[in-house]
T-cell receptor
Framework: SQQGEEDPQALSIQEGENATMNCSYKTSINNLQWYRQNSGRGLVHLILIRSNEREKHSGRLRVTLDTSKKSSSLLITASRAADTASYFCATDVTGDMRFGAGTRLTVKP | DTEVTQTPKHLVMGMTNKKSLKCEQHMGHRAMYWYKQKAKKPPELMFVYSYEKLSINESVPSRFSPECPNSSLLNLHLHALQPEDSALYLC??????????????FGPGTRLLVL
């Protein structure tokens, strides 16, 4: 069963624009991760943020975590056509990872 | 080597067939996972092996039978599947598993079609 809910379900932007995706979850977590999946392929880990962290950066990615609101956001700056993919948040509950519904991002050249 | 490999890439089977999916990693990881993903849905955890022992079974029907012969290999044996079992089956591995949270490395998946 899913732990997180993401919005928007789909997002379409132009190359160079920023993309923001949000994730909300239901129970207390140890950490939250973001993964990317290109169409019908395996998932690629993007970033992990622990419950005692509020913000984390990796290249063009910025992730925030608000444990009081049980929510996280993923910001992709200066998007590229190659960023077109589905993005999932995932939370770890007792060693089993649960994925959110995902946001389908389309970046138009 | 940070790669998780899965074979076959595609599999078509009838409801009376027996087949196996294979997953391999050489990163020295001690936790391995099977996920099932339907189209336009997130991956759903099926099984977790930690140190070659089954640690989590998410109430998966017995027609799916996992096996971990050694720390590098993970199999999923399939028998008497139903058409609704058609999906992308993903394998993943991580360093040790457990609740502290680890990056999981995913294979490309096996796309299964049950006729």
């Amino acid at each position: 069963s899913q732990q997180g809910e993401e919005d928007p379900q789909a997002l379409s932007i132009q190359e160079g624009e920023n993309a923001t995706m949000n994730c909300s979850y239901k129970t207390s977590i140890n950490n939250l991760q973001w993964y990317r999946q290109n169409s019908g392929r395996g998932l690629v880990h993007l970033i992990l943020i622990r419950s005692n962290e509020r913000e984390k950066h990796s290249g063009r990615l910025r992730v925030t975590l608000d444990t009081s609101k049980k929510s996280s956001s993923l910001l992709i700056t200066a998007s590229r056509a190659a960023d077109t993919a589905s993005y999932f948040c995932a939370t770890d509950v007792t060693g089993d990872m649960r994925f959110g519904a995902g946001t389908r991002l389309t970046v138009k050249p | 080597d940070t790669e998780v490999t899965q074979t076959p890439k595609h599999l078509v089977m009838g409801m009376t067939n027996k087949k196996s999916l294979k997953c391999e990693q050489h990163m020295g990881h001690r936790a391995m996972y099977w996920y099932k993903q339907k189209a336009k849905k997130p991956p759903e955890l099926m099984f977790v092996y930690s140190y070659e022992k089954l640690s989590i079974n998410e109430s998966v029907p017995s027609r799916f039978s996992p096996e971990c012969p050694n720390s590098s290999l993970l199999n999923l044996h399939l028998h008497a599947l139903q058409p609704e079992d058609s999906a992308l089956y993903l394998c993943a591995s991580s360093q040790e598993g457990g609740p502290r949270g680890e990056t999981q490395y995913f294979g490309p998946g096996t796309r299964l079609l049950v006729l």
